[in-house]
């Protein structure tokens, strides 16, 4: 009887076992099922996460490829109007004619700023800014930032400060200034009483620049915002160049990400707002650059010749340059001056010279023909709405000096006298 009732126990156990091993195999199918799905759901999201990173990309390129194009269009009008606005204020000596072109003028320039800002934002977000790393004497980019916004800050009966040591960066000067502008702008625009403070500080291996201001101060909510593009704070002022378009802290982010600089923000309401930036320190001294101040000098009798294919651009710039008691010959491209130089063209003291002429010619082809054939090898100015660097490489080959559009009637004529000196 007990070896009956043991063998009963063995049997059940064994069937106990046999069904237990049934369920678990089907428990494993099921399992199995549930992430062969599961896998080819991911493989599905996966692809689709693929295809609209393409599509994003593609976008992106074809956005800046349009903003590229079209800055080229927009600055084009927008350059002959600035000159021909020069040119009438010269002309109307009436304290209310000046009033009006100077209030033209600002318009003028805040559509030139958004364009450029446009266009920049686009370059960042499209990773061809390609930084280049030198080692940078913060001392002197600050002395320039103090001359450059200190006329702001007193016309506000603002306070504009500079705490710096002899510290050298590594960092690229062009964006770092960019950066520096954008926020000491800010300061300056937000800050109704009190001051700025531009600081220099160093921390262990980096360095901290911070701008400073007593102004009105970002609420937390708005925080996570100022960073974005067109915000604008509630706490909006204005500055010389009148109310901020909302994009100087987008382009500050975007940029310093570009760099590796860490931008971070301290701000209390109603007390004031810190801008902290952090570079690696550099372990070689800048290279001495000698920057010669424009000398000035009269253009009168000055022989320009001016090769321009926009009707309205060439029209304007010539009135301008006559304007300056200068002699002007202009041509739409190549064809015209060689057909000139035929007729006894005499050299010029100086050209100024399009980048981008019609028939998708180039201006520096002018300038190659007149020093292979006549060996005149004068003064060039290059003018362009492409901001390209491929634009600004070669007219540093060519020995030339490199102005964007719209271009500003001061500084063209500063050029001018340096050139000519």
């Keep these: 009887m007990a070896h009956v009732e043991r063998t009963m126990d063995q049997q059940g156990g064994a069937y106990a076992l046999f069904q237990t091993a049934i369920m678990l195999e089907g428990r494993v199918r099921s399992r199995t ?56 204020a010269d002309l109307a000596p009436g304290p209310e004619a000046q009033t009006v072109a100077r209030q033209v003028e600002r318009g003028l320039q805040t559509i030139e700023d958004l364009i450029k800002a446009l266009i920049d934002i686009s370059k960042l977000d499209a990773g061809v800014v390609l930084p280049v790393i030198k080692p940078v004497r913060l001392a002197d980019l600050v002395a320039h930032l ?33 950066i520096l502008q954008n926020l000491v702008s800010n300061a ?21 620049i911070d701008v400073v201001d007593t102004g009105c101060g970002i609420p937390e909510e708005e925080r996570a915002l100022v960073f974005e593009e067109f915000f604008r704070g509630t706490g909006e002022g204005e500055d010389a160049g009148g109310p901020g378009l909302g994009l100087g802290l987008s382009i500050v982010q975007r940029t310093a990400s570009a760099l590796g600089h860490p931008v971070r923000l301290h701000s209390r309401v109603g007390r004031g707002t810190r801008m ?20 000035a000098t009269t253009l009168t009798g000055a022989r320009v010749l001016v090769i321009e294919n926009d009707a309205s651009t060439a029209e304007a ?9 200068a002699e002007v010959e202009s041509h739409r491209g190549l064809g015209g001056v060689v057909d000139s130089l035929r007729h006894g063209m005499r050299r010029p003291d ?18 190659d023909h007149l020093r292979r054939e006549r060996d005149w090898f004068t ?37 001018l006298a340096y050139l000519l000196a």
């Design 33 to 88: 099922e549930e992430l062969t799905s599961l896998m080819k759901s991911l493989e599905g999201s996966n692809a689709a996460l693929q295809a609209a990173k393409d599509e994003a990309e593609t976008a992106n390129r074809s956005k800046t490829r349009f903003l590229a194009a079209a800055s080229h269009d927009l600055l084009q009008p927008l350059n002959a109007a600035r000159l021909s606005l020069s040119a009438l």
């Design 146 to 178: 103090e001359t450059s916004f200190r006329p702001f800050a007193e016309r506000k009966g603002l306070r504009l400060v500079t705490r710096t040591h002899d510290l050298v960066v590594a960092t690229d000067l062009v964006l770092l200034q960019r």
């Design 188 to 208: 300056v625009r937000y800050t109704e009483a009190g001051g700025i403070l531009i600081g220099v500080r160093r921390r262990g291996g980096l360095c901290r």
């Design 276 to 295: 902290s930036l952090e570079l690696p320190l550099a372990d070689l001294a800048p290279d001495a650059q000698a920057h010669p101040a424009p000398v």
């Design 317 to 325: 710039l010539e009135r301008l340059l006559r304007g300056w008691d």
């Design 350 to 367: 100086v050209m100024i010279i399009d980048y981008h002429l019609s028939d998708g010619a180039c201006g520096l082809d002018v300038v």
């Design 379 to 415: 003064p060039v100015i290059v003018t362009t709405a492409d901001y390209g660097l491929e634009v600004g490489r070669r007219v540093v080959e060519a020995k030339a000096e490199l102005m964007h559009k719209p271009v500003k009637p001061a500084q063209l004529r500063a050029l």
